[in-house]
């Protein structure tokens, strides 16, 4: 692992994890020895990363100069957590881990009283996990494809039980308790279509770059679901704020 990777490691663990964090537990958290952790520690000090406390006792981050100040009023506060903690249920743990990591980082950064108000907010969620067959393939795969417009080699089963294996443009996901979905143009119908993510048995990258057309493809995407939406169309299905309509071939 790369010096500047291991310390970035190393900040999210002082971040995320209970105060004090003994050496031994940061070591294993971060895939190095006790020994390199101390050596870590000094090189995050040295840097103006003030850190309380020492081997044998446990290691506090007390300010962080990566981040700059920051400041929220208490709903906001409870706002940011309450999402955070709902995360679970759209059955994400790639995403929800992140989540996770962003708000440790902004609470690092609060003051005092604000940081306390984060730490014992009120406000839960204890929404179940999705009613929903798990993805088949990698949701970082298609994250990173719709990041990046590349295009990708799919197998799907459609809601019939046909398999088809197409080329996508992906442009986008969509989450609910009760269906992920991914939204893209079909190189096979030339269209828009929306799919199942856990339908996709199969999926990668072919190397091709659809790149800019994705918000020219969005775009698009809302104007037609936008007109579909107009008084005295047969379409009535959800708009783009959702992508969710019926499996098309």
Known sequence: MARSDRLMRLMDRLRRLPAPVTAIRLAAETGVSPRQLYRDIATLRAGGALIDGEAGVGYTLTEDPALPPQSFSRLEIEALRLAVEA????????????????????IATLPERQSHQAL???????????????????????????????????????????QTRRVIWPLGLSYSDRALMLLAWCR????????????ITDAALTGDSFRPRRVPLMRDYIATRRDMKKPGSADRSPGPDCFVRPDQN
């Open 87 to 106: 995360l679970p249920a759209i059955g994400d743990p790639e995403l929800t881990e992140a989540a996770h990591a962003a708000l440790s980082r902004m």
């Open 120 to 162: 014992h907010a009120i406000m839960k969620t204890f929404a179940p996990p999705p009613d929903r067959d798990p993805p088949q393939v990698p949701l970082s795969l298609i994250r990173q494809a719709c990041w990046d417009e590349q295009a990708m080699l799919i197998d799907y089963r459609d809601l019939q039980g046909t």
């Open 188 to 199: 096979l119908r030339m269209d828009f279509r929306t799919f199942h993510v856990n339908r």
